[in-house]
């Protein structure tokens, strides 16, 4: 019994020590159940809004609805804790939420106040249910649709009811209106060419499109937001172009293919859903080529801009860069062909001209003579005119050739002068080496091919010539001449005849004459040399007709022969006495041949004499002497020969005086030889014969002829092959169009004219300025044919002087 009561009263007391904790947590549990919401809406923000968009009138969304924890009821905590104070504890529940979650959505109110009905769909819930079970591991789905008829924000709530309480979460549905969206494609630079001229320069760029968010509708028109130039001539500096205005277009955007222009369209460019097109940008006058890069930008009403680069590049012709450069090549064979061929030949035609006129002023007022002479230097000079006119011999003139006139002129004026004093004197008084001299100046001025030094030397000895002095000198020395063969004569024939006429006749003469040039008297003393030399002439006449009328004859000579001999000599000397009224020198000479024919035919005899003696010769001293004789008759002859008929009369003497010496030796061949020889001795055989420097006598040897220069024709211009100067312009252009396009292959790949931003007037310029560069530097290539010719062409070597 008392283990019966004592039991209740310890089940009371532990009662009572559990039913306190067991109240304070029944009093937590219901506040922290509203404290901490235990469902939560995916995607709702801090504030527990729900925002959603769509671009389309029906509305259809699916939201997921979360359970974050699982809440308990009272009293299965008091239960836990009784069991728990107990030494038990019960096992908790799985995480679902009991009695589930009813999802209600209220209706969307418009901005304008309108309510729109929104059909709320649990699709874990049974059919026609709107309450679903949800645990923290299977959330609930809610399919909302509806239909927003207008633009803009529709506001509402979404209730979720369960066991433990009711969560409210704000609904924000906004309707976007459907735009399309629209991408650029990547495209690359566009280029364009600047044209042939001056005017401003229009270009094109083609920026491809795509619509990408599959939506029908417009764009607006494009905008060019900015446009920037990178000039060929300005390196990488960036300038703000200067252009007159800028177009839009579709491309393939009108009904017939063509082009449609949207710059001015109001309401914008239609794109079509995943639909694509090209937008053509045409940019019109623009500055000049060079690089412009740019951005266009494209606006789509309630949608965001597309922007979009591009490069143009803008560049010239390179046909034009091609004949800047043969501009510049065939300026600079202008340059060069006016410096070196046009203007030279012009100014060494002003040369010609006034050289032609001074040589006039030089003519006029001369003699007939010296008229002629100046004649012939006007023609050379209108020679040297005529030929510089010429195309092609033209540049064979050169200053040289012009230079040569100077000389020629300055020698023609002192052969004038000298030419004029000599004319002014006699005849008899000219002196023949002044005589000489201009004649030989004379021929030097009538040839066109005088070297300029000999022009010079004889212009040097013509200023030193004194015609007076000359004169006097010219007596002077025949009157020596004279004088000296008359001393010869007398110191060889001692007190003969000869002797004898020629110191009471001859010397006296020679005398006075020596008297009168004393005194200057130069007339005087030519009228007493003359009568001196007729003289002298007379006295060897006489002694030589003396000698052939001799009746005795010599050896070897028959009185027929000797008759003949004698008539022969005697006509002779009539005819030199016949002809020394006129001219003593060609008497002169008559009697000298006459005298060659009288001892030639002595020298003949006397070496008939000599064989015949040589055959009766009976010793070898005597055959010795008589070849003795024999060569002193041989160096006769060669004196003969050579026109020295006194000196071969001297060795005839000599050969009959060894002949005499060696006869002597035999009394027959004595006999023999004074049969031979006639009464009257061997002196009386031949006269007294005068050296041969006797006056006007002697042979003038010519002078040897001048070398040839075989030289010479290798540098002769005519020569060469060449083109008549009638083609002689088409060969010229031939060169020059070949040449100059190889400059022009050069400058096109050096200068980069195919680049497509080259052009601008620094590039013009250089292209320009590379031809006429290149051809200036190349100097002989542009040339031409005439240029290669006076290269190739040697001047002419001028003769040896004589």
Same mark, same amino acid.
């Given at each position: 019994?008392?283990?019966?009561?004592?039991?209740?009263?310890?089940?009371?007391?532990?009662?009572?020590?559990?039913?306190?904790?067991?109240?304070? /947590?029944?009093?937590? &549990?219901?506040?922290?159940? *509203? %404290?901490?919401? #235990? @469902? +939560?809406?995916?995607?709702?923000? !801090?504030?527990?809004?729900?925002?959603?968009?769509?671009?389309?009138?029906?509305?259809?969304?699916?939201?997921?609805?979360?359970?974050?924890?699982?809440?308990?009821?009272?009293?299965?905590?008091?239960?836990?804790?009784?069991?728990?104070?107990?030494?038990?504890?019960?096992?908790?529940?799985?995480?679902?939420?009991?009695?589930?979650?009813?999802? /209600?959505?209220?209706? &969307?109110?418009?901005?304008? *106040? %309108?309510?729109? #009905? @929104? +059909?709320?769909?649990?699709?874990? !819930?049974?059919?026609?249910?709107?309450?679903?079970?949800?645990?923290?591991?299977?959330?609930?789905?809610?399919?909302?649709?509806?239909?927003?008829?207008?633009?803009?924000?529709?506001?509402?709530?979404?209730?979720?009811?369960?066991?433990?309480?009711?969560?409210?979460?704000?609904?924000?549905?906004?309707?976007?209106?459907?735009?399309?969206?629209?991408?650029?494609?990547?495209?690359?630079?566009?280029?364009?060419?600047a044209g042939w001229g001056w005017s401003s320069i229009d270009a094109t760029v083609r920026l491809p499109f795509k619509e990408t968010a599959g939506v029908d509708g417009y764009v607006s028109v494009p905008q060019l937001l900015q446009l920037q130039r990178k000039a060929p001539d300005m390196d990488s500096a960036l300038i703000q172009p200067r252009f007159q205005r800028v177009r839009f277009s579709l491309e393939g955007g009108k009904p017939d293919g063509g082009d449609l222009d949207v710059t001015a369209t109001d309401g914008g460019i239609p794109v079509s859903a995943h639909g694509s097109g090209a937008l053509l940008v045409h940019l019109q006058g623009l500055d000049g080529p060079g690089e412009y890069t740019g951005s266009v930008r494209m606006a789509v009403r309630s949608g965001l801009p597309v922007e979009q680069p591009f490069t143009l590049w803008v560049g010239s012709p390179w046909l034009w860069g091609a004949l800047l450069i043969a501009a510049g090549a065939v300026s600079s064979f202008g340059v060069r062909l006016y410096s070196q061929r046009i203007r030279p030949r012009t100014l060494r035609l002003q040369r010609a001209m006034e050289l032609h006129r001074r040589i006039q002023a030089l003519v006029s007022g001369q003699a007939a003579r010296a008229r002629e002479v100046g004649q012939a230097l006007l023609g050379q000079v209108a020679g040297l005119?005529?030929?510089?006119?010429?195309?092609?011999?033209?540049?064979?003139?050169?200053?040289?050739?012009?230079?040569?006139?100077?000389?020629?002129?300055?020698?023609?004026?002192?052969?004038?002068?000298?030419?004029?004093?000599?004319?002014?004197?006699?005849?008899?008084?000219?002196?023949?080496?002044?005589?000489?001299?201009?004649?030989?100046?004379?021929?030097?001025?009538?040839?066109?091919?005088?070297?300029?030094?000999?022009?010079?030397?004889?212009?040097?000895?013509?200023?030193?010539?004194?015609?007076?002095?000359?004169?006097?000198?010219?007596?002077?020395?025949?009157?020596?001449?004279?004088?000296?063969?008359?001393?010869?004569?007398?110191?060889?024939?001692?007190?003969?005849?000869?002797?004898?006429?020629?110191?009471?006749?001859?010397?006296?003469?020679?005398?006075?004459?020596?008297?009168?040039?004393?005194?200057?008297?130069?007339?005087?003393?030519?009228?007493?040399?003359?009568?001196?030399?007729?003289?002298?002439?007379?006295?060897?006449?006489?002694?030589?007709?003396?000698?052939?009328?001799?009746?005795?004859?010599?050896?070897?000579?028959?009185?027929?022969?000797?008759?003949?001999?004698?008539?022969?000599?005697?006509?002779?000397?009539?005819?030199?006495?016949?002809?020394?009224?006129?001219?003593?020198?060609?008497?002169?000479?008559?009697?000298?041949?006459?005298?060659?024919?009288?001892?030639?035919?002595?020298?003949?005899?006397?070496?008939?004499?000599?064989?015949?003696?040589?055959?009766?010769?009976?010793?070898?001293?005597?055959?010795?002497?008589?070849?003795?004789?024999?060569?002193?008759?041989?160096?006769?002859?060669?004196?003969?020969?050579?026109?020295?008929?006194?000196?071969?009369a001297s060795k005839y003497g000599e050969a009959r005086d060894r002949f005499v010496a060696a006869s002597q030796s035999q009394r027959s061949a004595r006999s023999i030889l004074l049969e031979s020889l006639g009464p009257g001795g061997e002196g009386a055989a031949l006269p007294a014969t005068p050296p041969p420097t006797a006056p006007g006598g002697g042979r003038i040897p010519s002078l040897p002829d001048a070398p040839s220069d075989a030289l010479a024709a290798l540098g002769d211009f005519e020569g060469m092959p060449l083109p008549s100067p009638r083609h002689m312009w088409l060969v010229e252009l031939g060169v020059l169009a070949l040449l100059t396009t190889v400059a022009v292959a050069l400058g096109l790949q050096l200068l980069n004219v195919f680049s497509p931003t080259w052009g601008g007037f620094g590039a013009g310029m250089t292209a320009f300025l590379w031809g006429f560069g290149l051809h200036q530097v190349g100097n002989a290539t542009f040339e031409g044919i005439t240029g290669l010719l006076t290269r190739v062409e040697r001047p002419a070597t001028p003769p040896p002087a004589a």
């Open positions: 019994m008392h283990l019966t009561c004592a039991r209740p009263a310890v089940i009371h007391a532990a009662w009572g020590l559990v039913r306190l904790p067991a109240l304070l /947590l029944l009093l937590v &549990l219901p506040w922290r159940a *509203g %404290a901490e919401p #235990a @469902l +939560r809406v995916a995607g709702a923000s !801090a504030s527990n809004e729900v925002k959603l968009r769509t671009a389309s009138e029906d509305f259809r969304h699916v939201l997921r609805v979360d359970l974050l924890s699982a809440p308990q009821a009272a009293s299965d905590v008091a239960v836990a804790g009784g069991v728990a104070a107990a030494g038990g504890a019960a096992d908790a529940v799985d995480g679902e939420l009991p009695g589930g979650v009813t999802v /209600l959505v209220d209706p &969307l109110q418009s901005q304008d *106040g %309108a309510q729109v #009905a @929104l +059909r709320a769909v649990v699709k874990e !819930a049974e059919a026609g249910s709107a309450t679903a079970p949800i645990s923290t591991r299977r959330p609930l789905h809610v399919e909302l649709t509806g239909r927003l008829p207008v633009t803009g924000d529709y506001t509402g709530q979404v209730v979720l009811v369960h066991a433990g309480g009711r969560e409210t979460t704000a609904l924000i549905v906004t309707r976007l209106q459907a735009v399309p969206t629209v991408q650029f494609v990547a495209t690359s630079p566009a280029v364009t060419s005119a005529s030929e510089i006119r010429r195309p092609v011999r033209g540049i064979r003139v050169g200053d040289d050739a012009l230079a040569a006139m100077e000389p020629r002129m300055r020698l023609y004026g002192a052969w004038c002068d000298a030419s004029r004093k000599l004319e002014a004197l006699p005849q008899e008084l000219r002196p023949q080496q002044a005589s000489a001299l201009l004649a030989e100046v004379e021929g030097a001025l009538r040839a066109e091919d005088t070297a300029t030094e000999q022009m010079d030397g004889s212009l040097a000895r013509v200023r030193e010539l004194d015609v007076d002095g000359l004169a006097r000198a010219g007596l002077e020395a025949r009157l020596q001449d004279i004088d000296r063969q008359a001393h010869t004569l007398m110191e060889q024939h001692g007190d003969d005849s000869l002797s004898f006429r020629l110191k009471y006749e001859l010397v006296p003469l020679l005398t006075s004459v020596r008297h009168e040039l004393a005194r200057g008297a130069l007339e005087a003393g030519r009228h007493q040399l003359e009568f001196a030399r007729r003289s002298y002439f007379d006295i060897l006449c006489e002694e030589l007709a003396a000698a052939v009328a001799s009746r005795n004859l010599p050896r070897g000579f028959t009185e027929e022969e000797w008759e003949a001999l004698s008539r022969q000599v005697k006509t002779l000397l009539e005819r030199a006495r016949e002809r020394a009224s006129t001219s003593v020198d060609d008497a002169v000479r008559m009697y000298q041949g006459a005298h060659a024919a009288y001892v030639r035919q002595l020298i003949v005899e006397l070496r008939g004499a000599v064989d015949d003696a040589r055959q009766v010769s009976e010793s070898e001293a005597q055959t010795q002497a008589l070849d003795e004789v024999e060569e002193r008759l041989r160096e006769a002859m060669g004196l003969l020969v050579a026109e020295s008929s006194h000196l071969a």
